[in-house]
């Protein structure tokens, strides 16, 4: 393999409740939910996958526990919704709602020079809460939030 070869990738995030997370970091970052019902419709009338692995969300099926959203301007394959370029995966985990550390990643959301303020009230009007600003002086200052359950990312 090349070394300098880019790496295909998607970012998985374990949640409690993937729709719910998968809709925020969606309407955050301006990406598309990615919609897989007719993949899901395909294998269930084929008969590889049970009703029981599936739920409804925004009026469509979809995997129960799992989504992802995609930037709405890379490619996607439109026979199961699946995204081909960078994506975010959103996987419900028992263990999920239990949060207690620090992440040892995270997100940082860029928005328009000078409209900081702006970015974080959008973001708090999406589920996000405020935890503290950080001020670098000449540097800038940033905030540090939760997403709905309690993931830390910036906003800058």
């Known amino acids: 393999m090349n070394a300098t070869a880019p790496l295909h990738w998607k970012l998985v995030v374990d949640t409690a409740d993937a729709h719910r997370l998968a809709d925020f970091w969606a309407g955050a970052?301006?990406?598309?939910?990615?919609?897989?019902s007719a993949l899901i419709a395909r294998l269930l009338e084929a008969g590889h996958i049970?009703?029981?692995?599936?739920?409804?969300?925004?009026?469509?099926?979809?995997?129960?526990?799992l989504a992802a959203v995609r930037h709405p301007d890379e490619p996607y394959d439109p026979a199961t919704g699946i995204g081909q370029g960078h994506r975010i995966l959103f996987q419900d985990v028992p263990e999920a709602g239990a949060n207690t550390g620090k992440?040892?990643?995270h997100i940082d959301v860029h928005g328009e020079r000078g409209r900081l303020g702006e970015l974080v009230e959008r973001l708090e009007a999406l589920g996000a809460t405020r935890v503290r600003e950080v001020d670098q002086g000449p540097a800038g200052h940033w905030w540090i939030m939760h997403d709905p359950e309690g993931n830390v990312f910036c906003a800058a």
């Open 50 to 65: 049970r009703q029981d692995a599936l739920t409804e969300h925004h009026g469509r099926r979809a995997w129960a526990g």
């Open 29 to 36: 970052l301006g990406y598309t939910v990615e919609d897989h």
């Open 103 to 105: 992440n040892r990643l």
